[in-house]
């Protein structure tokens, strides 16, 4: 008969919160990486223009499409050429002889000041989260980066330090 080890409270404690940190390292990472496995980029809304159906800080990823087949309705990501920053915007009109379409945000009193050429337009939203990108803003600068890549590794040594207690 072989007798069996007792875990420390402790730990179980440290093993938990390392994988726990594991985890959400991971799944986030998963949210901006899986999706460009499919041609699916990720973006970080910033601003109202699309409240309420794509609140601020919502992630909006968006697919590239044809974008003669985009119709009224549909939400789509683009370049204004006024910044660089892309734009999250739902189509009012598309005009395929002229090659652009028409925007408006739904929280705007009208339609954006100029037409986007289908040259802009990065892709169609086929899904968004409302608040990720609160959380995944700060994942976007090297700061960020740094600071998960830390937790990762503390992640591992919290599981590390539970296995040694544990034998």
Known sequence: MT???KTSPFAAILNFIGTAIIIIIIAFCLTLVAPKIFGISAYTVLTGSMEPAVPVGSVVYAKSVDPKLLAEGDIVV???GRNE???THRIVQNDSSEG???????ANNSVDLSPIQYGNIIGKVVLHVPFLGRLLIPFGTLLGKAAALCMLLA???LCE???RLRN
């Open 100 to 106: 652009q379409i028409i925007t408006k945000g739904d």
């Open 85 to 87: 920053l892309p734009v």
């Open 155 to 157: 992640g591992f040594l």
């Open 3 to 5: 007798a069996q080890k």
């Open 78 to 80: 683009f370049y204004d």
């Open 161 to 163: 330090i539970s296995r």
